[in-house]
């Protein structure tokens, strides 16, 4: 019954919208308001959200500070790490109420919560009094819901309407974080806060990373703070690490960590789950997973990659999860068709539309012939499969979209499935000569 109703509401109908807001509501009075008194840091936008929630939540840890955090791939209380299995970047609120109880109980004193433009939309995460935005960027997604891109953005802008109304708490100010590399970047400058930072490559912004050094297995630059100059030395790779890492330090200064305390903090961290990460392997070619769902996600990824010196070709397996918004997918698919030497497209989350369906809507985006280097491989597994039997020297093969998810659904049916055990399957079978490389 529940499922036949999803279908015929509309999801931007109002009485969902009430549906959902009187659950927060209620969460919030049976849990009684957890996040009451918790230093709370919003991370919101469209990419690279995970990855800043993690590399904030990650460095308060080192810094000895008793942290609770929730973000698309994973949540911890404390020292306990947990996946995230809900596929919900924002959780149903009656579950992120009980996990702030729970990091309430346990002393934890920051929270630093992942936000989903649905999540705002519905009032999922109604009353969690925040008190640090970030802003990462700006791209298409989740049009499905909002329609349109004027309506996406105001509905990230209620974010930082409302931050400087939130209740006060000691020692610590209304600050919003704010990336200055986007055409709506006016309207969020216009709101009020106690603190406004700014950030990008330019001579405009507060925060700006300087000799930029890309090596091999470390991204390396400097950053002047007020009174101090910070020195990174960071295994998050590229340039889209260090605006997350710029995002982060701004955090960290903002609660008054000590320069050098945040230096130890960043270095410390080697890789997060699903952004770029990088599979080890003996084949002399590189893998990598990563979670590029949006246009201007799949963009970076493969324009970076590109931008090494030594690749050969680029195979990237791909797909776009289904009942999802449809806009985007000529899109992503000029890109990938446009930026990969070789594409393989599979499965990802089906839910209720057919694959056929969906290759309908792709097949006209991509200006190649099935067989000449581009394949339609239904079965996920089989389709990394393939990629890697077909890499050589110097290639890389980019497994792209499902990134740290361990669950994948056909038809509404779970089931176990994890795309970096999928790739250690495939190579242990390289390995033990079951297939022939």
Not at 31 to 54: E, G, H, Q
Not at 305 to 314: A, G, L, S, Y
Not at 376 to 403: F, G, H, P, Y
Request: aromatic content about 14%.
């Amino acid at each position: 019954m529940l499922n036949y109703l999803k279908k015929i509401i509309s999801l931007d109908n109002p009485f969902r919208v009430i549906y959902h807001l009187i659950r927060a509501v209620i969460a919030n009075f049976v849990y009684w308001f957890p996040s009451r008194n918790m230093t709370i840091i919003w991370v919101t936008w469209t990419n690279w959200k995970t990855t800043t929630t993690n590399i904030i939540a990650r460095w308060l840890k080192s810094s000895w500070k008793k942290v609770f955090m929730f973000s698309t791939v994973n949540y911890f209380i404390g020292d306990n790490e947990y996946r995230n299995d809900t596929k919900m970047t924002s959780p149903d609120p009656f579950l992120l109420q009980s996990l702030l109880k729970k990091a309430k109980n346990e002393w934890c004193s920051i929270a630093v919560i992942e936000t989903s433009s649905h999540a705002l939309f519905f009032n999922r995460v109604w009353w969690i009094e925040y008190d640090i935005a970030v802003l990462t960027n700006i791209s298409q997604d989740h049009l499905d819901l909002h329609r349109n891109m004027d309506n996406y953005v105001k509905t990230k802008l209620k974010l930082f309407k409302n931050l400087i109304s939130n209740a006060r708490k000691p020692n610590v100010k209304k600050t919003a974080i704010i990336n200055i590399d986007s055409e709506y970047k006016e309207l969020f400058l216009a709101e009020t806060y106690d603190n406004l930072i700014t950030f990008w490559f330019d001579f405009t912004s507060n925060l700006k990373p300087l000799n930029i050094e890309n090596n091999i297995n470390t991204t390396n630059f400097t950053v002047k703070i007020p009174d101090d100059t910070l020195k990174i030395e960071t295994k998050l790779r590229w340039n889209f690490n260090i605006y997350n890492i710029l995002w982060a330090i701004w955090v960290f200064l903002s609660l008054w960590i000590k320069p050098r305390v945040i230096e130890e903090s960043i270095n410390s961290i080697k890789y997060i789950p699903g952004r770029l990460e990088e599979i080890e392997n003996e084949y002399w070619f590189k893998i990598f997973i990563d979670y590029a769902h949006t246009p201007d996600a799949l963009e970076n990824v493969l324009e970076t990659i590109k931008q090494i010196e030594w690749v050969n070709r680029i195979i990237t397996v791909f797909w776009a999860t289904w009942d999802r918004d449809k806009q985007k997918r000529p899109i992503m698919w000029q890109i990938v068709s446009k930026l990969s030497d070789e594409v393989i497209l599979c499965e990802d989350d089906c839910y209720t539309e057919s694959f056929e369906s969906i290759i309908k809507d792709v097949i006209p985006w991509i200006e190649r012939k099935e067989w000449e280097n581009f394949w339609i491989i239904e079965d996920r597994k089989d389709a990394i499969r393939t990629a890697l039997l077909k890499a050589s020297i110097n290639d890389v093969v980019l497994i792209a979209w499902k990134w740290d998810e361990h669950v994948i659904i056909r038809n509404e049916w779970v089931f176990e499935y994890n795309d970096k055990q999928a790739v250690l399957e495939i190579l242990k079978e390289i390995d033990d000569n079951k297939i022939v490389n």
